[in-house]
Antibody
Framework: QVQLVQSGAEVKKPGASVKVSCKASGYTFTSYGISWVRQAPGQGLEWMGWISAYNGNTNYAQKLQGRVTMTTDTSTSTAYMELRSLRSDDTAVYYC?????????WGQGTLVTVSS | DIQMTQSPSSLSASVGDRVTITCRASQGISNSLAWYQQKPGKAPKLLLYAASRLESGVPSRFSGSGSGTDYTLTISSLQPEDFATYYCQQYYSTPPMYTFGQGTKLEIK
């Protein structure tokens, strides 16, 4: 069965970076991309971007351009999302999801807390 | 960017009620619309895609319709497990910018 398993919760200081992983199983990793979606506490869903697991092509949300990098490791079927220059408003649960929408499979979410 | 506006933002209803949630896009999205259900502390769950196609395993009391800029999610007879927050998402944009609506919280009356 398809599974996306994300890394554990992180606490970071403002200005730091965080790298969240998403390990895929149960399907051919390179046949789909991985999207990232975040959700601030009590808020709605925000699409962050997408990476092709086939060729590494990326599309990022404009507001995150320059601060976010998405990568994949096809040898371990793992996708990564790195967010730099963290601010308090980056505090959120970060989800990975399979492919481009519609998102049929999601990771369990990773809470990233940015606090001094 | 395509903006998605959901209404209402919250809704109180009773078990057995029929409810409708609407989603309006700032431009036509050619039925490139998905609906998700999210319960507290959980990842969203895909309910419908292509505006009206039911995801495998989703109960038939959920249905979707619409075209152009206006879309609706209907739950024909609310069950206790349906009380959750619902989001629409467009996936029409090129280059990709797959925006979500702001969500509709469905609460028990």
């Amino acid at each position: 069965q398809v599974q996306l398993v994300q890394s554990g919760a992180e606490v970071k200081k403002p200005g730091a970076s965080v790298k969240v992983s998403c390990k895929a199983s149960g399907y051919t990793f390179t046949s789909y991309g991985i999207s990232w979606v975040r959700q601030a506490p009590g808020q709605g869903l925000e699409w962050m971007g997408w990476i092709s697991a086939y060729n590494g092509n990326t599309n990022y949300a404009q507001k995150l351009q320059g601060r976010v990098t998405m990568t994949t490791d096809t040898s371990t079927s793992t996708a990564y999302m790195e967010l730099r220059s963290l601010r308090s408003d980056d505090t959120a649960v970060y989800y990975c999801a399979r492919g481009i929408p519609p998102f049929d499979y999601w990771g369990q979410g990773t809470l990233v807390t940015v606090s001094s | 960017d395509i903006q998605m506006t959901q209404s209402p933002s919250s809704l109180s209803a009773s078990v057995g009620d029929r409810v409708t949630i609407t989603c309006r896009a700032s431009q036509g999205i050619s039925n490139s619309l998905a609906w998700y259900q999210q319960k507290p502390g959980k990842a969203p769950k895909l309910l419908l895609y292509a505006a009206s196609r039911l995801e495998s395993g989703v109960p038939s009391r959920f249905s979707g319709s619409g075209s152009g800029t206006d879309y609706t999610l209907t739950i024909s007879s609310l069950q206790p497990e349906d009380f959750a927050t619902y989001y629409c998402q467009q996936y029409y944009s090129t280059p990709p910018m797959y925006t979500f609506g702001q969500g509709t919280k469905l609460e028990i009356k």
